[in-house]
C-alpha cells in the first residue's frame, strides 16, 4: 500500500398518467478510493496494482476521513487499468470534489490513450471555472459524442457527482439532483492503452490547466443507481441534517450536521444555545427563531438554516393533524418520506394506514416518527394518488383523521 504525505489542516393533484420508475436493483462495490488515513489503493482490492501518484498530491480534510489535495501544478493519480472495465458495462461513478477556479479549464476524472490525436474511446469529467459547470464528455468515435452539462451551485464547496450507466442510456446527477439522461445507443468500450486518471489527463492543451482541488470517497458500483437509492451517498456535509420542527415552550432540540472540515463557524442568533461554539449545539428556543450556521473554509464559505417554531400548549389544536397532499421520494433528501407533521399534537398514535386507490393497504404504523418512503415490499410505487387514514390520542380524546395526497416522480 503506498502513502502520501499528511497534513491536516399543497394542493390536490389528480394524476391522468402512470410513469415508469426505475426497477431497484442491488448494486454491488467493486472500486473504492476513499482516501482514509491516507491510503491511495483500493479499499475493495480489486484493482491489484497500487495506484501511482504524480506530482505532490497530498492528504487533506474531506467529507468522510481524508481526502486528496491537487494543487494545479501537476498532481495527478494514475489508477490500474483494470478500473476502465467497470466502465463497459452497467455502472455508477461517485465521488465528492471541491474546485477552486482557475483561468481555464480542467479534467477532474478521465479515461483516455496517451496518443491525443486519437480522441475515440475517451471519457472525461471536466470543471469549467468561467461558466461554473461540470462537463461530462464521452465520445465513442469521431463524430459519436455524448456530453451533459451541470451548473456547479455556490452555495456548496464539496459537491457530490453520480454518473450512472443503465444500458447504454448514461445519467447526470449533481448534489443530489437529476441533470439529465442521453442515449448513446450503442455500447461502449475503451483501448487497451487507455490509462484512468484522477485529476489529470495526458491530453491537456495550452487552453487548459491542470486540477485545483480536492477528491474525495470516489466509488464504482456495478449498477445504475436510481433516484430513489442515490441519497444513501449523501454525505450531507457543511449542512443541517435536523429538520425544521415545533417544540413547546421550554423544550430543546439537539442539532446534527453532517460534520465540516472547518474550525470557523458560527450560529445567529445564538439565543438558547448551550454552547454557541459548538457545531451541533443544544437548542432550546425562547420564541419561533430561524437559525442560521455560517461555515467558512476561507476560500469558500456555506449557511444553511433551520426554524424552530415554538407554541404553547394553548396553541394546540387536536383536530388539526397535518399531512402534505403530495410528496416526492426522488432521493434528494428534500421531502422524500410521507408522515405526521406536526406529531407534537399526538400523545399516542393508533395506526396510520395509507391505501392506493384500489383500497390496497400499502404502508401502516402505529410509530409516530416513522414516515413512509413511497415503497410496496422494496419497489417504488409509481406516480398515482393515495389516501391515508389516522387514529391517534390528544390531550386524552381520540381522533380520527382521513384524506388524500399524492406521490411526484
Known sequence: MRKFCLIKPYVFIVLISMFLVQESVSQTLIHEFNFDSCILDDAQMNATVPTSSFGNP??????????????????????????????????????????????????????????????????????IPISRTIEVDLIRTLGDRLSITAEVSEDRCWHHLALTKSGTNYSLFLDQDFIESKDQFTNYTFSDTSSVFIGFSPCTSTSESLFTGRIDELLIYDQAFNVNNLNSLNLNTDQIITENMTLFTGEGVQIETGGTCSNNFSWNPTVGLDDPNALEPFIIPPESTEYVLSINHGSCQVMDTIFLNVITEEQLDCDQLLLPKAFTPNGDNLNDEYGISNDFIVDELSYLKIFDRWGALVFETNNVDVKWDGSFKGEPMNSAMFVYKAKYICQGEEKLSVGSFSILR
Open 58 to 127: 497530498f492528504c487533506d480534510c474531506g467529507p468522510s476521513g481524508d481526502a486528496v489535495y491537487f494543487d494545479g501544478t501537476g498532481d495527478m493519480l494514475l489508477l490500474d487499468s483494470v478500473v476502465k472495465e467497470a466502465f463497459v458495462n452497467d455502472f455508477t461513478l461517485s465521488f465528492y470534489f471541491w474546485v477552486e477556479d482557475t483561468n481555464k479549464p480542467y479534467n477532474i476524472f478521465s479515461i483516455k490513450k496517451s496518443e491525443c490525436l486519437d480522441r475515440d474511446s475517451t471519457m472525461a469529467i471536466r470543471y
